[in-house]
């Protein structure tokens, strides 16, 4: 269902359209920190399945170094605020020529490393309705200053243009449940419209079923319910401009320690 493209001549990408006619909503679709592999893709698809123009660019279309090593999480591509803007602008100029798309409707999703790029990208630009992120954003670093992210992710929460949706797990070691407060507050307070959620007895990448060590099926179900039926109810006019709505949810260990950190697979 997804077709590999090719976007302006530089940016490998995955294209679903849903079936039907007429115009259908879109959804700028982001990989984790392996680049783009099957869970990727099977993400992708369950996002044209619920009936939206999917598209996964290759955010790491500029690495040089070992993809394999970069799939099984030995190597890392760091990504620049900067690029990232550009190339979803391509991306966005891209998804103008295709009859299919609604571009009145465009959401953006991130997954672990680039769950910040939604946020960046909604507040730097104008043209998405919706950001999605799944367990990304709040890492310790992203409260901090890099050269190639020079914008901690608070000042860009408070610059967000659209409302925004969160999943993350309680058993998350790289994603404390204090960071997940402090969003919930940076955000509120600058009267920006969220609904975040963290589930009971899930790790990172919970949603991930290609990892048997991580993945949980109930609570993958219940966090894909969430996204889906935001994203459903923000291209649906109900999430008004004029207000701000806060929906926060959490079931946690009173004494989870976050210190006896573990990769899941």
Known sequence: MLTPIKIDNRIDAHLGI???IGKRPVVIHMHERYGIVQ???????KYVKAGYVTIVPDYFSRFTGDRKALADGNDRCELDDEVVLSDTDAVMTYLRTLPQADMTKV?????????????????????LSAAVVLYGAVYDADWKSHPMRPESIEALMQK????????????????????????????????????????????????????????????SDAAWNQITSFLKSVFAGEWKKERATWRFEADSSLDYDFSAMKRWE
């Open 18 to 20: 849903p079936e039907g």
């Open 39 to 45: 869970h990727t893709l099977d993400l992708g698809e």
């Open 107 to 127: 959401a953006m999703s991130g997954v672990c490393q680039t769950g910040r790029q939604p946020i960046l990208v909604g507040a730097k630009r104008d043209y």
């Open 160 to 219: 967000l243009q659209c409302p925004l949706t969160a999943v993350f797990g309680e058993l998350d070691n790289l994603i404390h449940l204090d960071n997940i407060v402090r969003m919930t507050a940076v955000l509120a307070a600058a009267k920006k419209s969220f609904g975040i959620r963290v589930y009971p007895d899930a790790p990172h990448g919970f949603l991930n079923d290609t990892m048997p060590g991580r993945y949980r099926q109930p609570q």
